[in-house]
């Protein structure tokens, strides 16, 4: 069975920084890209940044400048750092990895739980 597990939420003033963590355990092969996206109350989710396992990057206009994404891929990690965080950030925060679980299964998107970040102005 495959877990992503995040960690680093938490509440931050406007203009601060947080990092969140997000590792992947159990049993797979391989993990292609891996990603953060975020659904504050009442919005769709939105995906925030994007890696993939040889570290090309993308990102939402909206985080662009403040926000980086990196990957450990010894340690199956992706990381957001997040800078200049804004009211506006307020959301849950989800990690994804699109795993390779077996030779016999398809890559498949797998989502963590979810982590609070909350901006206050």
């Known amino acids: 069975q495959v877990q992503l597990v995040e960690s680093g939420g938490g509440l931050v003033q406007a203009g601060g920084s947080l990092t969140l963590s997000c590792a992947a355990s159990g049993r797979f092969l391989s993990i292609n890209t891996m990603g953060w996206s975020r659904q504050a109350p009442g919005n769709q989710r939105e995906l925030v940044a994007t890696i993939t396992s040889g570290g090309s990057t993308n990102y939402a206009d909206s985080v662009k400048g403040r926000f980086t994404i990196s990957r450990d891929n010894a340690k199956n990690a992706v990381y957001l750092q997040m800078n200049s965080l804004k009211p506006e950030d307020t959301a849950v925060y989800y990690c994804?990895?699109?795993?390779?679980?077996?030779?016999?299964?398809?890559?498949?998107?797998?989502w963590g739980q979810g982590t609070q970040v909350t901006v206050s102005s």
């Open positions: 994804y990895a699109d795993i390779l679980r077996s030779y016999f299964t398809p890559w498949d998107d797998y």
